[in-house]
């Protein structure tokens, strides 16, 4: 008589990081697989809390730029136009034309380098040896030399303020900028070369981390993450801040709402944020930077101030309540990294252990705005 | 004449020298590889690679190498000692092995088999076991998930890797190395057995955990795979065995697709020329190995497994069937190059339909400026 024997099997947690190559930081996800499959994530964050919020309302209005510059690394600038629109709202000051030209410039070179960034370090979440991440850096470092010649820094620039900016860009910043943009250009037509027409990129991200446009709104997500499934939401579009009204651009939205629809939606949005710095460029004023009559002390009025740009990632919104005096009585940081990583669990459960360490890359995180 | 095969009398000291021989000149062989490797990716990369150890960098890793070794040797606490500490030897030693039979010239062996490629091939598949052993000893999950990797990826492609050297020896009647390369004087098999080429090729590239099929390894998922909780110099015995591998599975391609030290100089010419050869040969294979790790990403577990027992291994059948009728009915030669040629056609149409994908579209939606006149919602189509 044949007895057949019933093996238990155990499913296995792994400990995916803190101290992982693919986690892009500090990030730790404990799988749960069975095989290869993963049938449960459980994300834990938290390794890189620094408290910027609460240390923010220790310092007055301008000293807590910086702490702007160090959440979400890869988007300095957009980070300081949230807060200093913020600032702007609740203090009532009025942007010169000139300074807010020469801040969409840099947000949107910003928005080009955090997503070169982004290539690069997806093709290492898909397996190349390196080579897409020195495609994807050298491209970013054209632009990285700009904003080192314009704010002094590389990376914690602290360039805007409240009313305008620190000082003038200097005297070749037209002409530097226009020279870097046909390199962008190239250097995206050599990515597409690389792994966009590559089969097993499209193999390894068609049709894994699929969100649907509904679960997409319903998880909070915005930005690339939320176009690529299909919903033409941009706050440049949609509520227009700053100058955005004034240039011809297109949103690139998905159909999939895929990981690969994800790399690509970002792909066409560094041409379009070329565009929009070319236009701007072309517009660009001369005149102040900051308004003629500047309080030397920022003293805000009581009450409270919402103000959102349309960052690399999604929505970085600040919020901002103010009981007078100099400093914010409390500061919110809506960091997109944080609510698009929410929907990680949504996505992973189901795939392969390789799928994961991919959708986890689509999401395109930076642990120190997801902690704060 | 300088040959590997001494004959001093007695047989242990003749195989001693022999192997000597062989660890010297693979040691040798690897050291150039690792920096050879370095410098093709660092082109691939718009970098310079190592330069400043030595001339271009050259002594680069013979210095890392005397690091390596002087590094501590850490065994994980809760480690299977024995199996841990063995497994680097079950990857290393069987393919060191392998290099007994490979004859680098026509006089240069350390043996000649008559059953060269059976041997080569027997104890190649053998090194799937360190890698299980490694996976399994380290106590560490990213370890034991590389090492099953490695045991299901080795395995699976060993089938038509074997599988198109069966083709080529059926043709040429022979499964010594020697006589592959003999029979090759005039027109070399790649010509011939284009398909086999190509199979054995692929299923090398997954022997060797290369990119796209560097799975069990794979950094950015398993950080490593089996080597996960090694250091110093039993790490570095992983990493020569990878790189004797790619020297061993290029050599056997050389031998046997490429017409070996005999095409097209003929045998008759004087030792340097043959090792000019094979080298010339060998190098190709290997540049072309590294040329496709820096240039692809890695492939999911499940692909690699179709991709072998779906698609390379009725590949395999069918070009020794063909092969098969080709020696029975008594064709002429032309026949199979015409029918191999076919196959590959074939195996290039199915799998540019089961890899080719619709392109992408974005929808584009106005935005800013433009975005004011036009209607709420419309969209415009575009790339």
Same mark, same amino acid.
């Given at each position: 008589?044949?007895?057949?024997?019933?093996?238990? $099997?155990?499913?296995?947690?792994?400990?995916?990081?803190?101290?992982?190559?693919?986690?892009?930081?500090? =990030?730790?996800?404990? !799988?749960?697989?069975?095989?290869?499959?993963?049938?449960?994530?459980?994300?834990?964050?938290?390794?890189?809390?620094?408290?910027?919020?609460?240390?923010?309302?220790?310092?007055?209005?301008?000293?807590?730029?910086?702490?702007?510059?160090?959440?979400?690394?890869? $988007?300095?600038?957009?980070?300081?136009?949230?807060?200093?629109?913020?600032?702007?709202?609740?203090?009532?000051?009025?942007?010169?034309?000139?300074?807010?030209?020469?801040?969409?410039?840099?947000?949107?070179?910003?928005?080009?380098?955090?997503?070169?960034?982004?290539?690069?370090?997806?093709?290492?979440?898909?397996?190349?040896?390196?080579?897409?991440?020195?495609?994807?850096?050298?491209?970013?470092?054209?632009?990285?030399?700009?904003?080192?010649?314009?704010?002094?820094?590389?990376?914690?620039?602290?360039?805007?303020?409240?009313?305008?900016?620190?000082?003038?860009?200097?005297?070749? =910043?037209?002409?530097?900028?226009?020279?870097?943009?046909?390199?962008?250009?190239?250097?995206?037509?050599?990515?597409?070369?690389?792994?966009?027409?590559?089969?097993?990129?499209?193999?390894?991200?068609?049709?894994?981390?699929?969100?649907?446009?509904?679960?997409?709104?319903?998880?909070?997500?915005?930005?690339?993450?939320?176009?690529?499934?299909?919903?033409?939401?941009?706050?440049?579009?949609?509520?227009?801040?700053?100058?955005?009204?004034?240039?011809?651009?297109?949103?690139?939205?998905?159909?999939?709402?895929?990981?690969?629809?994800?790399? !690509?939606?970002?792909?066409?949005?560094?041409?379009?944020?070329?565009?929009?710095?070319?236009?701007?460029?072309?517009?660009?004023?001369?005149?102040?930077?900051?308004?003629?009559?500047?309080?030397?002390?920022?003293?805000?009025?009581?009450?409270?101030?919402?103000?959102?740009?349309?960052?690399?990632?999604?929505?970085?919104?600040?919020? !901002?309540?103010?009981?007078?005096?100099?400093?914010?009585?409390?500061?919110?940081?809506?960091?997109?990294?944080?609510?698009?990583?929410?929907?990680?669990?949504?996505?992973?459960?189901?795939?392969?252990?390789?799928?994961?360490?991919?959708?986890?890359?689509?999401?395109?995180?930076?642990?120190?705005?997801?902690?704060? | 004449?300088?040959?590997?095969?001494?004959?001093?009398?007695?047989?242990?000291?003749?195989?001693?020298?022999?192997?000597?021989?062989?660890?010297?000149?693979?040691?040798?062989?690897?050291?150039?590889?690792?920096?050879?490797?370095?410098?093709?990716?660092?082109?691939?990369?718009?970098?310079?690679?190592?330069?400043?150890?030595?001339?271009?960098?050259?002594?680069?890793?013979?210095?890392?190498?005397?690091?390596?070794?002087?590094?501590?040797?850490?065994?994980?606490?809760?480690?299977?000692?024995?199996?841990?500490?063995?497994?680097?030897?079950?990857?290393?030693?069987?393919?060191?092995?392998?290099?007994?039979?490979?004859?680098?010239?026509?006089?240069?062996?350390?043996?000649?088999?008559?059953?060269?490629?059976?041997?080569?091939?027997?104890?190649?598949?053998?090194?799937?076991?360190?890698?299980?052993?490694?996976?399994?000893?380290?106590?560490?999950?990213?370890?034991?998930?590389?090492?099953?990797?490695?045991?299901?990826?080795?395995?699976?492609?060993?089938?038509?890797?074997?599988?198109?050297?069966?083709?080529?020896?059926?043709?040429?009647?022979?499964?010594?190395?020697?006589?592959?390369?003999?029979?090759?004087?005039?027109?070399?098999?790649?010509?011939?057995?284009?398909?086999?080429?190509?199979?054995?090729?692929?299923?090398?590239?997954?022997?060797?955990?290369?990119?796209?099929?560097?799975?069990?390894?794979?950094?950015?998922?398993?950080?490593?795979?089996?080597?996960?909780?090694?250091?110093?110099?039993?790490?570095?015995?992983?990493?020569?065995?990878?790189?004797?591998?790619?020297?061993?599975?290029?050599?056997?391609?050389?031998?046997?697709?490429?017409?070996?030290?005999?095409?097209?100089?003929?045998?008759?010419?004087?030792?340097?020329?043959?090792?000019?050869?094979?080298?010339?040969?060998?190098?190709?294979?290997?540049?072309?190995?590294?040329?496709?790790?820096?240039?692809?990403?890695?492939?999911?577990?499940?692909?690699?497994?179709?991709?072998?027992?779906?698609?390379?291994?009725?590949?395999?059948?069918?070009?020794?069937?063909?092969?098969?009728?080709?020696?029975?009915?008594?064709?002429?030669?032309?026949?199979?190059?015409?029918?191999?040629?076919?196959?590959?056609?074939?195996?290039?149409?199915?799998?540019?339909?089961?890899?080719?994908?619709?392109?992408?579209?974005?929808?584009?939606?106005?935005?800013?400026?433009?975005?004011?006149?036009?209607?709420?919602?419309?969209?415009?189509?575009?790339?």
């Amino acid at each position: 008589m044949v007895q057949e024997q019933q093996i238990d $099997t155990v499913d296995i947690n792994v400990n995916m990081g803190p101290q992982h190559p693919s986690t892009h930081g500090v =990030f730790r996800m404990v !799988l749960t697989i069975d095989g290869e499959r993963v049938i449960d994530v459980e994300p834990h964050i938290g390794y890189m809390h620094r408290g910027a919020e609460k240390l923010s309302e220790t310092m007055d209005y301008r000293a807590a730029i910086g702490y702007q510059d160090r959440t979400d690394y890869l $988007t300095q600038f957009m980070n300081e136009q949230a807060y200093c629109m913020a600032v702007e709202k609740l203090l009532e000051l009025e942007v010169p034309e000139r300074a807010e030209y020469i801040r969409v410039i840099l947000c949107e070179l910003n928005r080009i380098s955090s997503h070169f960034m982004f290539l690069g370090a997806f093709g290492i979440d898909l397996g190349h040896f390196g080579t897409s991440f020195t495609y994807g850096f050298r491209e970013r470092e054209h632009i990285q030399d700009i904003f080192e010649e314009t704010t002094g820094e590389r990376m914690m620039y602290g360039y805007f303020r409240p009313g305008g900016l620190v000082w003038d860009v200097p005297d070749n =910043f037209v002409q530097r900028v226009r020279e870097v943009l046909p390199k962008s250009l190239q250097g995206l037509r050599d990515i597409d070369m690389l792994m966009t027409e590559n089969e097993i990129v499209a193999a390894r991200s068609r049709g894994i981390g699929i969100m649907s446009a509904e679960d997409a709104i319903n998880w909070g997500l915005s930005g690339p993450m939320l176009r690529a499934a299909g919903v033409p939401w941009d706050l440049r579009k949609d509520k227009p801040y700053s100058i955005y009204d004034r240039f011809e651009y297109d949103v690139p939205v998905g159909r999939h709402g895929d990981v690969f629809d994800r790399y !690509l939606v970002r792909i066409e949005e560094v041409r379009q944020s070329i565009r929009i710095v070319e236009q701007a460029l072309d517009q660009l004023p001369d005149g102040p930077i900051m308004p003629e009559k500047m309080p030397r002390r920022l003293r805000g009025p009581e009450g409270e101030v919402y103000a959102a740009v349309e960052g690399a990632r999604g929505e970085y919104g600040i919020y !901002l309540v103010s009981k007078g005096g100099d400093k914010p009585y409390r500061l919110k940081m809506r960091s997109p990294s944080f609510c698009n990583l929410s929907a990680l669990r949504e996505m992973t459960v189901g795939n392969y252990v390789a799928d994961a360490v991919a959708i986890l890359g689509s999401i395109d995180i930076v642990l120190c705005c997801v902690d704060r | 004449m300088l040959t590997l095969t001494y004959d001093v009398g007695n047989i242990w000291l003749d195989a001693l020298l022999g192997v000597l021989a062989i660890v010297g000149l693979m040691t040798v062989g690897t050291l150039a590889l690792i920096w050879l490797e370095r410098k093709v990716s660092a082109r691939i990369q718009m970098r310079l690679g190592p330069m400043h150890v030595g001339p271009y960098g050259l002594l680069q890793t013979l210095a890392d190498a005397v690091k390596l070794i002087g590094k501590e040797d850490i065994r994980p606490r809760n480690a299977d000692r024995w199996i841990f500490e063995l497994a680097p030897f079950a990857v290393f030693v069987p393919v060191f092995v392998a290099l007994v039979a490979l004859p680098f010239t026509r006089d240069w062996a350390v043996s000649f088999l008559d059953l060269g490629v059976f041997f080569v091939v027997a104890v190649t598949g053998l090194s799937f076991v360190g890698f299980l052993m490694a996976g399994w000893a380290s106590d560490n999950k990213y370890a034991l998930l590389g090492g099953l990797r490695a045991a299901a990826q080795l395995i699976s492609y060993e089938v038509p890797l074997v599988l198109s050297l069966i083709a080529v020896s059926m043709i040429v009647g022979s499964l010594s190395l020697s006589e592959i390369v003999i029979y090759q004087g005039r027109v070399p098999l790649f010509v011939w057995q284009p398909l086999a080429f190509f199979i054995f090729f692929v299923a090398a590239l997954a022997e060797l955990e290369r990119q796209p099929f560097d799975i069990p390894t794979a950094e950015s998922e398993v950080v490593g795979g089996p080597f996960i909780e090694y250091s110093g110099i039993r790490w570095s015995m992983f990493f020569l065995a990878s790189y004797t591998g790619l020297i061993v599975y290029s050599m056997l391609g050389a031998l046997v697709f490429l017409g070996g030290w005999d095409w097209p100089l003929g045998r008759e010419l004087g030792l340097w020329w043959q090792l000019v050869l094979i080298v010339a040969k060998t190098g190709f294979l290997i540049l072309l190995f590294m040329w496709i790790r820096f240039a692809m990403p890695r492939l999911r577990i499940d692909q690699l497994m179709s991709y072998c027992w779906k698609v390379l291994i009725p590949l395999a059948f069918l070009q020794i069937f063909l092969n098969g009728l080709v020696l029975v009915y008594d064709w002429p030669d032309i026949m199979l190059l015409i029918t191999s040629g076919a196959g590959l056609l074939l195996a290039g149409y199915v799998i540019d339909r089961a890899v080719r994908v619709e392109p992408r579209t974005l929808r584009l939606v106005p935005a800013g400026r433009r975005a004011k006149p036009a209607p709420a919602g419309a969209e415009s189509g575009g790339t």
